[in-house]
Each structure stands twice: as structure tokens, then as C-alpha cells.
């Protein structure tokens, strides 16, 4: 199977430098300017993403070894029993969510960060976090990475608040009820999100019961994909390409969404694997998976915007046409999105084809998941 990953150049948390060049789906990403143990999101010029999707379609036999291998990797997990695990670990977060954002004075403000971290939702960032952190350690109930799990949602709930509110996106549906703007007014929508940023950051620090350069590199890397070189950087250049006359390239809405979507995803798996003991060189291996299930993540996202109604989705569809986002359908075609989501998860899964098979199968179906939801 010819793999993109083997062409992305991702620096490890050590003093020394992988490369690997040659096309690739997702081939611009770079990690190069850094300040060990931290990776940048620094960009090299990219490769024509374009042209790797004629060359991928027009290998027939290509495609077709990398279909019998992508279904022989998943079933090496066929007898994981997913919708119990999935049940089980997103039970689990939403209760510790509940016992971490009690109810408090000021009550309003409370209220409104409750009202959106315990609105449901799939809780896949958590899950993943806790996925990685089981891949590389004994712990049978994953209790480390806990806190871990909880600041990722608490983020993630954060980036929906604010990306809700009438200045970004405007939206009023957000996981089947008012968002928290609609229902608690804007001011209380921007306080509740930056409550719940603070709430992550105490949380992982405090709660995680884990060696200190193990919470701090925690710490570290998730400011790192969460701020102005990552999620809030894809955020910044999304809006600026919002209804720009000139149409973006592949390349741009690849790094909008690398940035915007993906970085959190690192964040879940890269801390649960950091704070379970990884090596340098799992963790870079996951870092690679968590990287495409991001990317594939929003590649799905824009297709269910397209194909899915607003009931479906418990969110607000065809919104990205109506404010004239770029999208990979509108870019690429439908599908061709559809062809470029099942060449990401390929790329992703293997990424886990050294670790233990049975260790890995909660991970192996998560990406599956993510590339096979209706929602």
C-alpha cells in the first residue's frame, strides 16, 4: 500500500530531526523550527495534493491491495466489542465532567458551562485520549489520563461556545438544543468558554495523578495545539478565507483544518500516550494517526454538512454553503472527498500496525467511526 504518512516530516520530542519527502495526501505537514520537547505546526511548502489524487485513482491495483489491507487490519479487531467500550468511557466522562464543573457562584456563569459540557455529544476527543493512554500503559482504568480526557472536552466545548456566538459562525443549533449564546445571552457564551479554558488547564495540572515532567509536558503540548499555532491559527485563517473572491487552494483548507479540527485530536491521543510513559517514537506514531483522523474528521464533517439534514446532524446543515465556506466537496467534489476520507484512514491505521493488535483495537475502531458516522 503506498501510504501518505511515510512522506510527512514530523519532528520527534528529541533533539533529532525525521524527515521523509515525496507526495502525499497530506504531505505539507512539517514540524521544523522547534524548541524541544514541543513540535511547531510550521508549514513547508507543499506538494500538489491535486495531483495525488489523480495518481491515487489511477492506480487501480494500488487501491485495491490497500482495500484488502485496510480489511485485514480492522479485522484483527472484530472482537471488540466497540458500542460497549464507547458506552462504558463516554459514561464515565460525562460523570467525572459532572463532578468537575459543579454547580457554583456565581450561578449563572455555572450554569452556562454546565448547560454546554454536559449538552451529550460523542466525546470522542476524551475517548481517544483514553484509547492512547490504555495502547501504552497497565493501567486497567486508564485513571491517569482522566484529567487528561476531561480537559480536552473542556476545550473542545470552549471552541463550540465561542465558534457559535453571531461574530464567528452564527449558529443557534448546537447538539439538538440552543446554543449557549441563544440560550444565556453572548456575554455569559464568551465567559462560560473562557471559564471552561482555565477550568482545562487547572484541571490537567491539578487532578492528574501522574510524575510532574509528565503533567507538565501535558500542559505544554496542549497550549501548544490549542493556541495561535493551532486550533485558534486555523480558526483565525478560516475566517479570513470566509467569501474571499479568490477561491483557496487544497493546501489552504488542508492547513485551516489541520489547525482548527485536527490539533485537538493530536492534543487527546499525544497526552494520553505522553502520560502513560510513551517513547519518543510511539508518541510520534500516534501523533501521525491522530493527525490524519483529524484531518478525516473534518473531511466527513463537510460531507454530512452536504448530505445530512439539520435533524440529523443535531446542528444547523448546509450552513457552510449558505455563508460560502470552503469546503473539501466544493473543492474537490463529493466524491473525490469520499475517495480522500478512506485514503486518510488508511494512512491512519497504519500508523498502529507495530503496536499490540488487541491493545489497539479500541483506537482501530474509533477511526473507523470517525470515517463511517452519520453525525
Not at 483544518?257 to 485537538?264: E, F, N, Q
Not at 469546503?327 to 473525490?336: D, N
Not at 478512506?342 to 507495530?354: C, F, I, N, S, T
Amino acid at each position: 500500500m503506498s501510504s501518505s504518512l511515510h512522506h510527512l516530516s514530523f519532528t520527534p520530542l528529541t533533539t533529532t530531526a525525521a524527515a521523509a519527502t515525496a507526495t502525499t495526501w497530506c504531505s505539507f505537514l512539517s514540524f521544523r523550527s522547534y524548541s524541544p520537547p514541543l513540535p511547531s505546526l510550521t508549514l513547508r511548502k507543499p506538494l500538489s495534493i491535486s495531483t495525488a489524487i489523480k495518481n491515487s485513482l489511477n492506480t487501480a491495483a494500488a487501491t485495491a491491495t490497500a482495500k484488502e489491507e485496510d480489511e485485514s487490519t480492522t479485522a484483527t479487531a472484530t472482537k471488540f466489542d466497540f458500542k460497549s467500550y464507547m458506552s462504558d468511557k463516554a459514561s464515565l466522562i460525562n460523570r467525572s465532567l459532572d463532578l468537575a464543573v459543579p454547580p457554583s457562584h456565581p450561578d449563572r456563569i455555572h450554569e452556562a458551562m454546565r448547560y454546554s459540557l454536559l449538552a451529550g455529544g460523542k466525546r470522542v476527543r476524551p475517548i481517544l485520549c483514553l484509547a492512547a493512554y490504555e495502547l501504552l500503559s497497565t493501567d486497567p482504568d486508564a485513571s491517569a489520563a482522566i484529567p487528561a480526557a476531561l480537559s480536552i472536552e473542556m476545550i473542545h466545548t470552549m471552541s463550540l461556545v465561542h465558534d457559535d456566538l453571531p461574530c464567528m459562525d452564527d449558529d443557534s443549533l448546537r447538539r439538538g438544543r440552543p446554543t449557549c449564546h441563544v440560550a444565556f445571552g453572548e456575554p455569559l457564551a464568551v465567559l462560560a468558554g473562557d471559564a471552561l479554558l482555565a477550568l482545562a488547564f487547572h484541571h490537567l495540572s491539578s487532578a492528574t495523578p501522574a510524575p510532574a515532567p509528565l503533567v507538565l509536558r501535558s500542559v505544554a503540548e496542549l497550549s501548544r495545539c490549542v493556541g495561535s499555532r493551532g486550533l485558534v491559527a486555523g480558526q483565525v485563517v478560516d475566517i479570513e478565507s470566509t467569501g474571499a473572491s479568490a477561491a483557496p487552494s487544497l493546501e489552504h483548507l488542508e492547513y485551516i483544518h489541520v489547525h482548527k479540527t485536527a490539533a485537538l485530536l493530536e492534543a487527546a491521543v499525544v497526552l494520553g500516550a505522553i502520560l502513560a510513559g510513551g517513547t519518543d517514537e510511539q508518541i510520534e506514531k500516534l501523533r501521525k494517526f491522530a493527525r490524519c483522523i483529524g484531518l478525516l474528521f473534518q473531511v466527513v464533517d463537510d460531507i454530512l454538512d452536504v448530505t445530512k439534514s439539520s435533524q440529523e446532524l443535531g446542528k444547523t446543515a448546509g450552513k457552510d454553503l449558505v455563508t460560502d465556506k470552503t469546503t473539501y466537496p466544493k473543492l474537490m467534489g463529493l466524491e473525490r472527498s469520499r475517495e480522500f476520507a478512506g485514503e486518510l484512514l488508511r494512512d491512519a491505521k497504519e500508523q498502529l500496525a507495530e503496536f499490540d493488535a488487541e491493545k489497539a483495537a479500541p483506537l482501530l475502531h474509533l477511526a473507523d467511526y470517525i470515517a463511517y458516522r452519520q453525525k
